[in-house]
């Protein structure tokens, strides 16, 4: 009896399981069908399952017609300088936040909370400004600046100094570190886990930056993946065929990246953190 | 060579002062204890010998050279956590030689070092580990570890056994008076157990509100305590105390109260004459505590009668609380004789050993500055 009652209720819970992993797959796989449609018959009504002839010069004109290698080099570039940027930043402003006292301490933080409180689009244009007259519009630069401090980060983070006990960083002013050194040799090593999620949070963040890119960047061959994909979506009319196959080209880098991190991404996401 | 001076140290937080005019010489090689209630600033003396909290007041001199101003590292002290505060993320290699390798020391004399204090310690299998996969014990004794490899000549200790169970607390506290005599080096040591402090202590300081109540060898202490809040502190059970009227009869001095007589032996009656209080405090710890009934002498003088509340059997005593009227004594007597709650007993008092302290402040009449013995 016991064990029937069990698998009826594995039964139902996998039933729930499956079904919500379906719903999550049905527009990626759609994607792929779509992507391998002639663009007649990606706009019928009513919509044909599995395409007629797999069309697979989609992917190879929409590779052709697009920069996709400046693509690439933009995104990884965009991603590895703005995870850089704010994981360096947020963890020293952090620390400071969290152990050093110095007058104003408390008012700064608050000006630091409040900007997470403000929409983003609301900085574009200042934003923008900056960067135009720094002289470095339509460029790489352009794309990762903004990008490389985060109140979100240095929220996040600070939350992780204030749960490490004061006395290790007394035991390590005992043993002759300095400021710095206490840092390096021990803030940042029981932060980690705050490190690898504010990293895969800036990194997803960055990925998937449409619009700033294209408000300061204007070449093509200056945009990371998904702005220089929008690109395919005209004004007048889209080709979904080749903006699928395009999508397509643009997401396993990050696919692979999920593969190879999936433990780290999700215990960041969950942020199950603090216990090292 | 490191003898530890506190010169009128004093520590405030705004306008709370925590320590008041803390004036201590600490010999070199001596151990030393700081016992006290919690929240009397023992911690907060210990952390400003170590600079991890700045003198609000007053000198500090460690083997001669005045150290206010000095960072801790320069200070030539360790110092071992209550909670051990070894790093999670290192092995117990690497807690123990980090203070080493930020010295830049060789290699070799880091491992050399390492595995010298590992094997004092006899944490060598242990080398591996992260201190979540070590016993509260083997923590401990990591902690020690890491402040032994860098030879300080002054060791702080801030209540390091107080998160083990009790039968590692003894083990321990044996461990770390061996590691005293072996080491050789100045200790400091905090603790609020007055039982840990008798039995490490070259000398112990008791505290409370932040004023030293005393300074003295374990046994000045306990023999001759300055006022009865030492009294109170230092001894386990603790000294009775009650209050009393003094009286003079045909020569002689007695303290007495609604249920207890006591004559006063010459000595202390000289002394509490001249000192002219009428109403007393008198102290007699349970140990100078006896049962009538078990004395062969003829000649006693029953001091209360009383009817026995409460018996402890503790092994090789027996403690008896005593109902006498409205005092409640507690008694220490060898174990042998069977006691009942609701037995009716006659308690006779060592008055040699009587305690007898101000009405007004709780000074001891008998003994320092008041009395005539220090
Ligand atoms: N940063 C601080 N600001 C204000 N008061 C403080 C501060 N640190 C400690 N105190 C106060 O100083 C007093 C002494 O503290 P301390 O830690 O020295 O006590 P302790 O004798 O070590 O007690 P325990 O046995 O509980 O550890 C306490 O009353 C405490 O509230
Ligand atoms: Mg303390």
Same mark, same amino acid.
């Given at each position: 009896?016991?064990?029937?009652?069990?698998?009826?209720?594995?039964?139902?819970?996998?039933?729930?399981?499956?079904?919500?992993?379906?719903?999550?797959?049905?527009?990626?796989?759609?994607?792929?069908?779509?992507?391998?449609?002639?663009?007649?018959?990606?706009?019928?009504?009513?919509?044909?399952?599995?395409?007629?002839?797999?069309?697979?010069?989609?992917?190879?004109?929409?590779?052709?017609?697009?920069?996709?290698?400046?693509?690439?080099?933009?995104?990884?570039?965009?991603?590895?300088?703005?995870?850089?940027?704010?994981?360096?930043?947020?963890?020293?402003?952090?620390?400071?936040?969290?152990?050093?006292?110095?007058?104003?301490?408390?008012? =700064? &933080?608050? !000006? +630091? #909370?409040?900007?997470?409180?403000?929409?983003?689009?609301? *900085? /574009?244009?200042? %934003?923008?400004?900056?960067?135009?007259?720094?002289?470095?519009?339509?460029? =790489? &630069?352009? !794309? +990762? #600046?903004?990008?490389?401090?985060?109140?979100?980060?240095? *929220? /996040?983070?600070? %939350?992780?100094?204030?749960?490490?006990?004061?006395?290790?960083?007394?035991?390590?002013?005992?043993?002759?570190?300095?400021?710095?050194?206490?840092?390096?040799?021990?803030? /940042?090593?029981?932060?980690?886990?705050?490190?690898?999620?504010?990293?895969?949070?800036?990194?997803?963040?960055?990925?998937?930056?449409?619009?700033?890119?294209?408000?300061?960047?204007?070449? /093509?061959?200056?945009?990371?993946?998904?702005?220089?994909?929008?690109?395919?979506?005209?004004?007048?009319?889209?080709?979904?065929?080749?903006?699928?196959?395009?999508?397509?080209?643009?997401?396993?880098?990050?696919?692979?990246?999920?593969?190879?991190?999936?433990?780290?991404?999700?215990?960041?996401?969950?942020?199950?953190?603090?216990?090292? | 060579?490191?003898?530890?001076?506190?010169?009128?140290?004093?520590?405030?937080?705004?306008?709370?002062?925590?320590?008041?005019?803390?004036?201590?010489?600490?010999?070199?090689?001596?151990?030393?204890?700081?016992?006290?209630?919690?929240?009397?600033?023992?911690?907060?003396?210990?952390?400003?010998?170590?600079?991890?909290?700045?003198?609000?007041?007053?000198?500090?001199?460690?083997?001669?050279?005045?150290?206010?101003?000095?960072?801790?590292?320069?200070?030539?002290?360790?110092?071992?956590?209550?909670?051990?505060?070894?790093?999670?993320?290192?092995?117990?290699?690497?807690?123990?030689?980090?203070?080493?390798?930020?010295?830049?020391?060789?290699?070799?004399?880091?491992?050399?070092?390492?595995?010298?204090?590992?094997?004092?310690?006899?944490?060598?299998?242990?080398?591996?580990?992260?201190?979540?996969?070590?016993?509260?014990?083997?923590?401990?004794?990591?902690?020690?570890?890491?402040?032994?490899?860098?030879?300080?000549?002054?060791?702080?200790?801030?209540?390091?056994?107080?998160?083990?169970?009790?039968?590692?607390?003894?083990?321990?506290?044996?461990?770390?008076?061996?590691?005293?005599?072996?080491?050789?080096?100045?200790?400091?040591?905090?603790?609020?157990?007055?039982?840990?402090?008798?039995?490490?202590?070259?000398?112990?300081?008791?505290?409370?509100?932040?004023?030293?109540?005393?300074?003295?060898?374990?046994?000045?202490?306990?023999?001759?305590?300055?006022?009865?809040?030492?009294?109170?502190?230092?001894?386990?059970?603790?000294?009775?105390?009650?209050?009393?009227?003094?009286?003079?009869?045909?020569?002689?001095?007695?303290?007495?109260?609604?249920?207890?007589?006591?004559?006063?032996?010459?000595?202390?009656?000289?002394?509490?004459?001249?000192?002219?209080?009428?109403?007393?405090?008198?102290?007699?710890?349970?140990?100078?505590?006896?049962?009538?009934?078990?004395?062969?002498?003829?000649?006693?003088?029953?001091?209360?009668?009383?009817?026995?509340?409460?018996?402890?059997?503790?092994?090789?005593?027996?403690?008896?609380?005593?109902?006498?009227?409205?005092?409640?004594?507690?008694?220490?007597?060898?174990?042998?004789?069977?006691?009942?709650?609701?037995?009716?007993?006659?308690?006779?008092?060592?008055?040699?050993?009587?305690?007898?302290?101000?009405?007004?402040?709780?000074?001891?009449?008998?003994?320092?500055?008041?009395?005539?013995?220090?």
């Amino acid at each position: 009896m016991q064990f029937k009652t069990s698998t009826k209720k594995h039964l139902a819970v996998h039933a729930a399981l499956i079904l919500g992993a379906v719903t999550m797959l049905v527009p990626f796989l759609w994607m792929v069908i779509t992507s391998l449609k002639t663009l007649a018959e990606s706009t019928m009504v009513p919509p044909t399952l599995w395409p007629e002839t797999l069309q697979w010069s989609n992917y190879a004109d929409v590779w052709n017609s697009l920069p996709f290698a400046a693509f690439y080099a933009n995104t990884f570039g965009m991603i590895l300088f703005r995870v850089i940027g704010s994981v360096f930043f947020s963890a020293t402003a952090a620390y400071a936040f969290a152990r050093i006292e110095f007058p104003g301490r408390n008012v =700064l &933080f608050g !000006l +630091v #909370l409040v900007t997470m409180m403000i929409p983003g689009q609301l *900085f /574009l244009i200042p %934003q923008y400004e900056i960067v135009a007259r720094l002289g470095a519009v339509d460029s =790489l &630069f352009a !794309l +990762v #600046l903004p990008g490389i401090v985060s109140a979100f980060g240095t *929220f /996040l983070l600070r %939350q992780f100094f204030l749960g490490i006990p004061k006395e290790l960083e007394e035991a390590a002013v005992l043993d002759g570190c300095s400021r710095w050194q206490i840092f390096w040799h021990v803030m /940042l090593p029981l932060t980690r886990s705050g490190l690898i999620a504010l990293s895969i949070f800036t990194a997803l963040f960055a990925w998937k930056d449409l619009m700033w890119p294209l408000i300061v960047n204007t070449s /093509l061959d200056k945009m990371p993946l998904a702005s220089g994909l929008a690109s395919l979506q005209g004004q007048y009319s889209t080709n979904f065929p080749q903006l699928m196959a395009g999508s397509m080209i643009a997401i396993w880098p990050m696919l692979i990246l999920f593969v190879l991190f999936q433990k780290q991404f999700i215990q960041g996401v969950a942020g199950t953190g603090s216990k090292n | 060579m490191a003898e530890v001076k506190l010169s009128h140290i004093k520590k405030s937080y705004g306008d709370v002062e925590i320590v008041k005019d803390f004036d201590l010489d600490i010999r070199d090689k001596e151990f030393m204890v700081f016992v006290g209630p919690s929240g009397c600033g023992k911690s907060t003396t210990l952390r400003m010998i170590a600079g991890l909290e700045d003198i609000t007041g007053g000198d500090l001199l460690i083997g001669g050279r005045r150290v206010n101003n000095v960072s801790p590292k320069d200070r030539d002290i360790a110092m071992v956590f209550q909670n051990y505060a070894l790093y999670p993320h290192m092995t117990v290699y690497e807690n123990m030689a980090f203070s080493l390798k930020l010295r830049h020391l060789a290699k070799g004399e880091i491992q050399k070092k390492v595995g010298e204090a590992a094997r004092v310690l006899q944490l060598e299998s242990l080398l591996g580990r992260k201190p979540k996969e070590l016993s509260g014990g083997q923590r401990q004794r990591v902690a020690m570890g890491r402040a032994l490899v860098r030879n300080p000549s002054v060791f702080l200790l801030d209540e390091p056994l107080s998160n083990l169970d009790a039968k590692l607390r003894v083990s321990m506290r044996t461990e770390i008076a061996r590691l005293h005599q072996r080491l050789q080096t100045t200790m400091i040591y905090v603790t609020h157990d007055q039982t840990e402090a008798m039995t490490l202590g070259d000398r112990i300081v008791v505290m409370n509100d932040g004023i030293i109540q005393q300074c003295g060898t374990p046994m000045e202490l306990y023999q001759h305590p300055v006022n009865q809040f030492v009294a109170g502190f230092i001894g386990n059970p603790p000294m009775n105390f009650f209050s009393v009227e003094l009286m003079e009869n045909e020569g002689r001095l007695f303290a007495s109260s609604e249920s207890i007589l006591i004559e006063v032996p010459q000595q202390q009656a000289d002394i509490l004459r001249a000192a002219g209080e009428k109403e007393i405090v008198f102290g007699i710890r349970p140990e100078a505590i006896h049962d009538a009934a078990m004395l062969l002498s003829e000649n006693i003088d029953i001091a209360a009668r009383g009817t026995v509340e409460v018996v402890e059997l503790l092994g090789a005593e027996t403690l008896l609380h005593v109902r006498c009227g409205r005092e409640l004594i507690v008694a220490s007597m060898p174990s042998g004789k069977s006691y009942h709650p609701g037995d009716t007993i006659e308690l006779v008092f060592t008055t040699d050993r009587m305690h007898a302290f101000r009405k007004a402040d709780g000074r001891s009449l008998l003994y320092g500055k008041l009395g005539g013995a220090a």
